[in-house]
């Protein structure tokens, strides 16, 4: 049963340091999981066809999702395992939590205004309602 921080490429380092902490804390491992939007996926795979004239197959979409969670985590983690995903970030998320049986779920989550939370959507604070497991929400400056 991991630890599981969800990241985007904005994540401060002060999400993963908690994240690492919990984990090391309870000698769980840590999983760093980035998700590839729908939106992201459809550019990536007018991109690939347009340079090679194959559709992105979802393997490949899921490594470079990896990537990006290997990038973030990078010189500020030292033991981790990053995991790529596709599809809708929060709903993708809190599935994940319920497949590897997640101890706990990690979030950064910063201040809105009134109008930015009616207007914007919150990947972090899906996750915080819907997810199974307890969710550590680390606010961000």
């Known amino acids: 049963m991991p630890v599981v921080v969800a990241v985007d490429e904005d994540t401060k380092e002060e999400v993963l340091l908690e994240a690492e902490q919990l984990a090391a804390d309870r000698d769980l491992q840590l999983h760093v999981v980035h998700v ?15 340079d090679t004239g194959q559709p992105v197959d979802l393997e490949t979409v899921r490594k470079f999702a990896a990537e990006v969670g290997e990038q973030v985590a990078s010189g500020i983690l030292s033991e981790y395992t990053s995991v ?33 939370k009616a207007i914007f959507g919150s990947v972090s604070q899906s996750i915080l309602l819907n997810a199974d497991c307890p969710v550590l929400a680390v606010r961000t400056t």
């Open 84 to 116: 790529g995903l596709e599809g809708d970030e929060p709903t993708r998320i809190v599935q994940y939590l319920q497949e590897v049986d997640a101890e706990y779920a990690v979030v950064g989550v910063h201040k809105r205004s009134p109008v930015g």
């Open 36 to 50: 590839i939007s729908e939106s992201t996926f459809k550019n990536l795979e007018e991109t690939n066809i347009k």
